[in-house]
């Protein structure tokens, strides 16, 4: 774990600084900063949190109140998850901060997304289905559990 996602990395910026987006190259502030179970600063831009905002919007049902839960949880989601997994797709470079969650009566799963644009960004945060295709997915860390996992 640590040698994928390294410890106590530091973003280098502040809430309120206007940072450049990695990819497309507009500019956009840091509205949060929060830190993972390793200690790594993970920022959340006014641009990330208007994704997902616009994202609760559009969608309705659980996977808009999920995304919701996710956003109000961040902080709680990146120190304490469930489990770690990459995205190992060509070009995404993504690791995913999942937590599970019960919702309704029925198990879910958010997932914190960083690391797609920056190692420190947190690019979106999202519902997830929890069957984590092995060919897409590689499971870096699950917490233990009270069954012994």
Request: proline share 2%.
């Amino acid at each position: 774990l640590v040698k994928v996602l390294g410890a106590k990395k530091k973003a280098g910026v502040k809430v309120g600084d206007e940072v450049v987006h990695p990819i497309h190259g507009f500019k956009t502030r840091v509205v949060a900063i929060y830190e993972d179970l390793l200690g790594n600063e993970r920022v959340l831009t006014e641009h990330a949190k208007g994704h997902v905002e616009e994202e609760i919007q559009k969608k309705k049902g659980w996977k808009s109140e999920i995304r919701r839960e996710g956003l109000k949880k961040l902080g709680e989601i990146l120190k304490d998850p469930s489990m770690i997994i990459e995205d190992t797709r060509k070009g995404s470079e993504a690791i995913i901060y999942v937590k599970e969650v019960s919702f309704k009566g029925k198990t879910r799963y958010i997932g914190v997304v960083v690391g797609k644009e920056s190692q420190h960004y947190i690019y979106t945060v999202q519902p997830m289905s929890g069957r984590f295709d092995e060919k897409r997915y590689i499971k870096l860390y699950e917490a233990k559990t009270s069954g012994g996992k």
